[in-house]
Nanobody, 125 residues
Framework: QVQLVESGGGLVQAGGSLRLSCAAS????????MGWFRQAPGKEREFVAA????????YYGDSVKGRFTISRDAAKNTVYLQMNSLKREDTAVYYC??????????????????WGQGTQVTVSS
């Protein structure tokens, strides 16, 4: 069993920045992949970014490339999402997910074995 707890969401003006955190506990392994997805009202869950725990390779959705950065702190078992140059269309609930042992398609929400509770990000104009 793995538990994921997100934090850091909130209200920010367009052009501003936020940093989300996702703390993992339980039976995580160095082969896992952790990622961020988001879901706006009436829309499907969308891939944002992911990082392989071993090696640190990163992946980004097209809509956030160049603005968002995913990183990890192995000592804290925590993944971060630094979001800069935020736009209104970034407004959504952001979820942290984990793909156990890295088996699965990184951009597919159904590949994730566990999810956090989500954190709301609202970008105002």
């Amino acid at each position: 069993q793995v538990q994921l707890v997100e934090s850091g969401g909130g209200l920010v003006q367009a052009g501003g920045s936020l940093r989300l955190s996702c703390a993992a506990s339980g039976r995580t392994t160095s082969s896992d992949t952790m990622g961020w997805f988001r879901q706006a009202p009436g829309k499907e869950r969308e891939f944002v970014a992911a990082i392989r725990w071993s090696g640190g390779s990163t992946y980004y959705g097209d809509s956030v490339k160049g603005r968002f950065t995913i990183s990890r702190d192995a000592a804290k078992n925590t993944v971060y999402l630094q979001m800069n140059s935020l736009k209104r269309e970034d407004t959504a609930v952001y979820y942290c997910g984990i793909i156990r042992l890295g088996f699965g398609i990184i951009t597919d929400p159904s590949s994730n074995n566990y999810w956090g509770q989500g954190t709301q990000v609202t970008v105002s104009s």
